[in-house]
T-cell receptor, first 112, second 110 residues
Framework: NAGVTQTPKFRILKIGQSMTLQCAQD?????MYWYRQDPGMGLKLIYY???????DKGEVPNGYNVSRSTTEDFPLRLELAAPSQTSVYFCASSSRAYNEQFFGPGTRLTVL | EDQVTQSPEALRLQEGESSSLNCSYT??????LFWYRQDPGKGPEFLFTLYSAGEEKEKERLKATLTKKESFLHITAPKPEDSATYLC???????????FGTGTRLQVFP
């Protein structure tokens, strides 16, 4: 099993550009999450999903969008990138709500 | 307000020197407390879940304990490979929200 995979690993965006961060898991988990991690701050939940076709906002959803058309994939869309979105983004999945989450390796995003 | 505080921010230990990391929390109705390990440049890796005061979990040199106000991660005779950032997270009962602490960066020197 590959677990949770994320692409790309690194990306530099210009202000106003858009991009999609890809996340996939092969563990057949219903629950998937997107977090951002900033220096000196705890992980913050952006969006989560409890199954295909069902998504909901987390703590910091502004400037982001998600979709969940399959159990395996949970892409995160950034529209009109801003410097405040410079961060490391982690995708995670779990078989139960919030418990024993498996994290991907992260995407380091810089917006200039 | 729901809050999770980890201390110390950083800890340097000699190999074999046992110590403890602290995670104190204030939430409305604890549903679970989670410990994760994070290596530089990688995603967090799940270690333990604790549900109720008095509960303990062990894994190799690590032992996690829980009281009504805090959790400790005890590291016995640490090795350099235990060097990492240890994250604590709490699931609040009334909102289903998961709150992460800022972590303790542990360095173990040979």
């Amino acid at each position: 099993n590959a677990g949770v995979t994320q692409t790309p690993k690194f990306r530099i965006l210009k202000i106003g550009q858009s991009m999609t961060l890809q996340c996939a898991q092969d563990m057949n988990h219903n629950y998937m999450y997107w977090y951002r991690q900033d220096p000196g701050m705890g992980l913050k939940l952006i969006y989560y999903s409890v199954g295909a076709g069902i998504t909901d906002k987390g703590e910091v959803p502004n400037g982001y969008n998600v979709s969940r058309s399959t159990t395996e994939d949970f892409p995160l869309r950034l529209e009109l990138a801003a410097p405040s979105q410079t961060s490391v983004y982690f995708c995670a999945s779990s078989s139960r709500a919030y418990n024993e989450q498996f994290f991907g390796p992260g995407t380091r995003l810089t917006v200039l | 307000e729901d809050q999770v505080t980890q201390s110390p921010e950083a800890l340097r230990l000699q190999e074999g020197e046992s110590s403890s990391l602290n995670c104190s929390y204030t939430v409305s109705g604890l549903r679970g407390l989670f410990w994760y390990r994070q290596d530089p440049g990688k995603g967090p890796e799940f270690l333990f879940t604790l549900y109720s005061a008095g509960e303990e979990k062990e894994k190799e040199r690590l032992k996690a304990t829980l009281t009504k106000k805090e959790s400790f991660l005890h590291i016995t005779a640490p090795k350099p490979e235990d060097s990492a950032t240890y994250l604590c997270a709490v699931q609040a009962g009334n909102t289903d929200k998961l709150i992460f602490g800022t972590g303790t960066r542990l360095q173990v020197f040979p």
